[in-house]
């Protein structure tokens, strides 16, 4: 269980790509630990999924994120899953929705706010792995990886991504995931990918290896 408060609304931030990369990736490693994120970041990627986000994604002004966010942080708390599950139990309990209007709302600003600052240009490109269920989304000179059904990794190991070069073993990245119980995961691919040949994901130890120990688990081909 998450002992901040406000990390509901930093799982909204994240689904939308609207934190600073220090605050990301601070996100991801607190993914590893707190199941309650992690079912926040599956339900509301289903909603950011049906938004019109196919536009490249450039960075939102520093501004546009305070106001946003800020706005966020006034919305009320909303109740876990969890705790939503067990009032649907109790006899006479009126429904609880699912996503707070107000959180809607937020989303939707950040959404226009993202394909205004793009431009609307639909030139993503979207890359359907070979090995597992994932796809690797590409625009604006940035990668990101949808993971869609993936295991939880085994006991004591996390799940890293590798850049793989054409005859040159894999290389590390410091990006070190978890997923929902869903399965579910999205994560930034950090660099530049030309010359890369196929992104992979591997179960490694915690903390992440200097080469891979297992056989990848997703493998996206770049060319």
Same mark, same amino acid.
């Given at each position: *269980?998450s ?6 609304l ?10 600073e ?7 991801r490693r607190h993914l590893?630990?707190?199941a +309650?994120?992690r ?5 509301? #990627? ?6 019109p *986000?196919?536009?490249?994604q450039?960075?939102?002004?520093? !501004?546009?994120?305070r ?5 966020? %942080? #006034?919305?009320p #708390?909303?109740? $876990? ?9 109790? @006899? ?6 699912? &996503?707070?209007?107000? &959180?809607?709302?937020?989303i ?9 600052? $793009?431009?609307?240009?639909? $030139?993503? %490109?979207?890359? =359907?792995?070979?090995t597992?269920?994932?796809? &690797?989304r590409?625009?604006?000179? %940035?990668?990101e990886?949808i993971v869609?059904?993936?295991p939880?990794?085994?006991?004591g190991?996390?799940? =890293? +991504? ?9 290389v590390?990245?410091? +990006?070190?995931?978890?997923?929902t119980?869903? !399965? =579910? ?11 890369v $040949?196929?992104?992979?994901?591997? @179960?490694? @130890?915690? !903390?992440?290896?200097r080469? @891979?120990?297992h ?5 996206a081909?770049l060319?």
């Amino acid at each position: *269980m998450s002992e901040n408060p406000d990390c509901g609304l930093n799982a909204a931030a994240y689904v939308l790509g609207a934190l600073e990369p220090e605050e990301a990736e601070e996100f991801r490693r607190h993914l590893e630990h707190c199941a +309650v994120c992690r079912d926040e970041v599956g339900s509301l #990627r289903r909603a950011v999924d049906a938004l019109p *986000m196919a536009a490249p994604q450039y960075p939102v002004p520093r !501004g546009l994120r305070r106001r946003v966010l800020a706005a966020a %942080r #006034r919305e009320p #708390r909303q109740p $876990s899953g969890a705790a939503r599950a067990r009032a649907a139990r109790r @006899p006479g309990a009126a429904p609880i929705p699912v &996503l707070a209007g107000g &959180l809607v709302a937020v989303i939707a600003a950040v959404a226009v706010a993202v394909v205004l600052v $793009s431009g609307g240009s639909p $030139s993503a %490109r979207v890359i =359907q792995a070979t090995t597992g269920s994932a796809e &690797l989304r590409i625009a604006g000179g %940035r990668a990101e990886l949808i993971v869609h059904v993936l295991p939880q990794a085994p006991a004591g190991e996390i799940y =890293q +991504v590798w850049l793989a070069h054409p005859n040159r073993p894999p290389v590390p990245t410091s +990006v070190l995931f978890g997923v929902t119980t869903a !399965g =579910q995961a999205d994560v930034g691919v950090p660099g530049e990918l030309n010359g890369v $040949s196929e992104v992979l994901v591997t @179960p490694e @130890p915690a !903390g992440g290896s200097r080469a @891979p120990t297992h056989a990848p688990v997703i493998v996206a081909p770049l060319d």
